[in-house]
């Protein structure tokens, strides 16, 4: 069955300190997966997807299908970096549809 | 281009009062979904729509209805709402093989 464990509801760091939020997941063939973030009082938006390889805000995750897991990491975070983080992959096979994790909540101290 | 817009914001429902979600999207996308965001929980899929006359059920579709007559609209019913339906409903969008889901900003429902 397909999963995503997120096995940190609140992640606390001070600010320049290194962060990783994880994630690891259950799915039968090649998944692509995602991190999504929600700020305070703002829409969910993706911030990132394993398949562009892409650094967003500082961001980085990579895929390691052999742990199952896709964490997110920041060398150095900052206040504004204070949100809940969502790791997600297609539900079904469907890439119109997400499952989620239960999500961490970072909060980033001054 | 207003993206994902969710109506209403908030609502307050009795027990066993009925109520329509609305989601309307003006991207042109193909595929629309509904979450439900409890805390703890994270997000879980009611129902979704992979284009006009097509609806399947999520995770959770219990005690919900969708129906999506045009691209634009997928609207939400809670036929009989009870006190477990109180959450925050999302409504998102993405073109069909797009991987990046365009998010509403949601509905807060409270039953009481």
């Known amino acids: 069955a397909q999963r995503v464990t997120q096995p940190e509801k609140l992640l606390s760091v001070f600010k320049g300190a290194p962060v990783e939020l994880k994630c690891n997941y259950s799915y039968s063939g090649s998944p692509e997966l995602f991190w999504y973030v929600q700020y305070s009082r703002q829409r969910l938006q993706l911030l990132l997807r394993?398949?562009s390889r892409e650094s967003i805000k500082g961001f980085t995750a990579d895929l390691n299908k052999g742990e199952t897991s896709f964490h997110l990491k920041k060398p150095f975070a900052q206040e504004e970096d204070s949100a809940m983080y969502y790791c997600?992959?297609?539900?079904?096979?469907?890439?119109?549809?997400?499952?989620f994790g239960k999500g961490t909540k970072l909060s980033v101290k001054p | 281009n207003a993206g994902v817009t969710q109506t209403p914001k908030f609502q307050v429902l009795k027990t066993g009062q009925s109520m329509t979600l609305q989601c309307a999207q003006d991207m042109n996308h193909e595929y629309m979904s509904w979450y439900r965001q409890d805390p703890g929980m994270g997000l879980r899929l009611i129902h979704y729509?992979?284009?006009?006359?097509?609806?399947d059920q999520g995770e959770v579709p219990n005690g919900y209805n969708v129906s999506r007559s045009t691209t634009e609209d997928f609207p939400l019913r809670l036929l009989s709402a009870a006190p477990s339906q109180t959450s925050v409903y999302f409504c998102a969008s993405n073109h069909r093989g797009g991987t990046e889901a365009f998010f509403g900003q949601g509905t807060r429902l409270t039953v009481v």
């Open positions: 997600a992959l297609p539900y079904g096979g469907s890439q119109g549809n997400l499952i």
């Open positions: 729509s992979v284009g006009a006359g097509i609806t």
């Open positions: 394993h398949i």
